[in-house]
């Protein structure tokens, strides 16, 4: 015979699928038929409390991961609003930066994130890493790559001699993508004069991307990460005027990729070799 689930154990079977569809985020705190009006379909289930603070006038916000995916490479449609590129050209400093991210208002994602997750490690750092956005660790935790791929990224940069706190660490988006999509093309370019400030402002002698939403928001390519990796880009910022020669950036693996495909390690060895020793030639 078996034994019927109690109430508490099937409730934990249903968020256990929730969790694994990639349903994690609670964006109100009841569920909401958005096609009907739930005050008259089900008007038990919404407790009188959240009825009498929603406003369902307003249309409510659907986060449809599929709707913004794009694929493996997508290349940056279009310019940065000048709004933003003004409001980052102004921060003199990597704290008025991070005060300027957390009252910018121009990316949905920053509604369903916990914490702002803005770049991490040694501000004066000569190596600095961009990943895509943070997961649900670095949500929680409100610094970048603090879960199992950061603790991959610690591996690969003790492995070039290096501690976490002598880089610098960050992401394109600040903020987590719902259900840990990856960032569409849009929120990628209402973030990038943030990311392009943060560069400006660490003014690292080399950097590396992480992942291709890294290489193709930042260097403007449309290739994907196994066609780019290996090879030394130049970043050159847009909005510099200062006539600098650019930065050299190497795109490699995204450690969470690594973990899925312990066989690429070999190739991501080769390309942190290859920055230990451009690092070495940048510092002489
Ligand atoms: N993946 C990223 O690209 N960034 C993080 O901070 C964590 C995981």
């Not at 400006?200 to 290739?223: C, D, E, W, Y």
């Not at 050159?236 to 973990?259: C, E, K």
Request: hydrophobic share 35%; net charge neutral; with cysteine.
């Amino acid at each position: 015979m078996t034994r019927k689930k109690s109430y508490p154990e099937e409730a934990l079977a249903t968020m256990r699928w929730y969790i694994d569809a990639g349903c994690d985020e609670a964006v109100m705190e009841c569920p909401v038929n958005v096609y009907t009006d739930v005050r008259r379909i089900a008007p038990h289930s919404v407790p009188e409390r959240v009825l009498a603070e929603t406003d369902f006038r307003q249309k409510p916000k659907i986060f449809l991961p599929s709707q913004t995916f794009e694929g493996p490479s997508t290349r940056l449609k279009g310019t940065p609003s000048s709004n933003e590129k003004l409001l980052a050209a102004q921060c003199e400093n990597l704290s008025q930066l991070r005060e300027a991210i957390s009252n910018f208002q121009g990316c949905a994602l920053k509604e369903t994130a916990v914490n702002l997750v803005f770049g991490a490690g040694n501000p004066s750092a000569d190596l600095m890493f961009v990943g895509e956005a943070p997961g649900a660790d670095e949500d929680r935790e409100g610094e970048p790559f603090v879960g199992a791929s950061g603790r991959l990224l610690d591996q690969m940069i003790s492995a070039i001699g290096l501690r976490r706190g002598e880089v610098y660490i960050t992401n394109i988006v600040p903020w987590r993508p719902p259900g840990n999509r990856k960032p569409s093309s849009d929120e990628c370019l209402a973030c990038l004069p943030f990311i392009q400030r943060q560069i400006a402002l660490i003014k690292p002698r080399v950097l590396v991307f992480l992942g291709g939403t890294a290489a193709n928001a930042l260097v403007g390519t449309s290739q994907g990460i196994t066609r780019l990796r290996g090879r030394w880009l130049l970043y050159q910022d847009s909005g510099d005027t200062s006539g600098s020669q650019g930065i050299p950036a190497m795109p490699t693996f995204h450690p969470a990729y690594l973990l899925r495909q312990a066989s690429l390690k070999r190739e991501s060895w080769h390309d942190f070799l290859s920055v230990r020793e451009r690092l070495r030639a940048e510092q002489l």
